[in-house]
């Protein structure tokens, strides 16, 4: 993976909020989702965004797609702004930005061909003619590894793992230089999720992906990323290499995430989990750092003041005692 | 598999699905065994069969499709599957066996308050009725027993960690977190005081964090009780977290079964090393398992991981290999059995 020093994307001080709307429709308070996010992803990496329901990883990876609109803050897409683009010009950058749902196979038309299915970005958004298409999408067939007699089959005639296949390469026949992939392997066995992954890691060789990887899995984003970025009720709480992070983690809910997560063959992670409670309702956000109600290290001073997140031995941190 | 004298043990279950492309046959000849007190993890992908398998113990497959091909289930001296069916309804389901269903959320009713839902659980199956539950839903609920049984429900919710258990009983289930709910469900699982407990994948919904304190909290609850569990999981961590013996089983048939240590550590079929292999660990290398899962319509003959074995010969095509025994308490079903820690 080349690392060159211009960012792909860029986020600034990002925030999306809900409305909160009683029976009358009237506001009620807001859902602070997204919350002041600011990262950068550089060009092949992946990056992985972990945290647990509720904490806003989702929110961000479809404010990014422009599905929600930004409350505040900056989405710089290859150097350009794209948060507040009009339509047209939003559509112009779907080509290089797209994004992965937890199953791509399921948002095939059942009444279309494989064939046709792959065709259609191609004709929307390029001006391609039909055999330049047609060599394009057969390439694609093949790297995501279906036979190319594939392309006469309706999707009911594939088994569960082959549309899967066909979703993907549906996304990739644009040629993006940026995918989202939003929880990609939830709902998968093991040995299938295995497969799965190494499809996303050939594909990012072949065409020169980024990715960012939405996961509550940790264990997957391990082997999937090289940084890693941990959010909790809305905010970025730790940013750092995943090794680093894994070895040393430094915001005490990283500590509690990856104490959580069951280590096959050792002992059991369960007898000494500390953890209590639940996440607060994202309607009724803590004051000062939001890890406060729950967080072992709490002091007076957490109540008081939110911590930044500040750069501590090559990683990012918000905690007041990292 | 296990010399103890078993709660539970189950023998050639055989069960087929009806399906508009034929039978399915869903469970092939399956033995299952469950010590008294015992937390056994039933793991398997999808479609493997062991939700069939817990529903089929529990005596609750869908009456339409399902067909009982053979075998048999014995609980405690008696076989399930030809007992008296009112016995079974009276006796055991839902009070000497109890569930926890996977997804807490559609288990209760939206529409009522937490406390009507536990209170009409306990009016069949306290543990303090007479055996016989009340001959209609019009007949009253003995006010001696009730209260009694109020004490009951409340001492459990404490022992989940539900805060204020009196005000949260009036609580409708939305109000409820989904650990909180699932802390309910275990609770309710509780309340008739049963030998077994059958947990459908129980902590699959919720966050790792939050998973880890249920299975904590069911470990301790059910130890302390001496209540046997049947857990069954896809996820091979909440298996090692919980478990005291594992069986895997793949595409309809039981693979192995072994005490958790022997089973993590020297698995030795190949489908169960192959599984585990599976697992992302730390070192970013992935395994897959080549191949896919063969359909129950027309399923591989012999042991049906033989396709996708390594070790597969022709013995394994001819017929299922029967049980056997590589220590006291380790079984496998395999004719080629790998010896040594999975590499």
Redesign the interface.
Known sequence: MSVSPTPLLELVDLARHFPVRNAFGRRTGWIRAVDGVSLTVWPGETLGLVG??GCGKSTLGKTVMGVHAPTAGDIRFAGREIGRLARRERRAIAKDLQYVYQDPGASLDPRWKVLHSLHEPLKIHTRLSRAERDEQVRAILAAVGLPGAHLDLYPHEL?G?QQRRVGLARILTLRPRMVILDEPTSGL???????V??LF?SLQDSFALTYVFIS?D???V???CARIAVMYLGRIVELGETAAV?EAPRHPYTR??L???????GR????D?V??G?PPNPRDVPSGCRFRTRCPLVQDVCAREEPALREVEGGLVACHFA | MGAMAELLSVRGLTVDFLTDGGAAQVLDGINLDVGPGEVVGLVG??GCGKTTLARAILGILPAGPARIRGGEVRFKDADLLRADPAVVNDRVRGRAITFIPQDPSTSFSPVFPVETQIMDLMKWKSPRSTGQGPSSTLSRYPRERHRADREAVLETLRAVQIPEPARALKRLPHEF?G??RQRLMIAMALLPRPDLIIADEPTTSL???????I??LL?ELVKERGVSVLFTT?D???A???CDRVVVMYAGQEMEAAPAEAF??RPAHPYTR???A?????T??????PG?VPSLVDPPSGCRFHPRCDYATAECRAGRPAPRALTRDHGVRCHHPVDGPNA
Do not use: N
């Open positions: 647990e329901s088994s793992g066995d093991v040995s299938v999720q295995a497969s992954l190494k890691r509550h940790l264990a997957v391990r082997a999937m894994f509690s995430l104490a959580a997560v069951p280590r096959i063959g059991r992670v369960t007898l989990f953890l209590e639940e | 992908e999808s977190s650990g909180q966050d790792v964090t939050i998973q880890a304190q299975l904590r470990r896809h091979l961590g909440t090692h977290e919980i993590f550590g192959r599984l585990l599976s697992v992302p660990t730390g970013g290398e992935l395994r897959d398992i896919e």
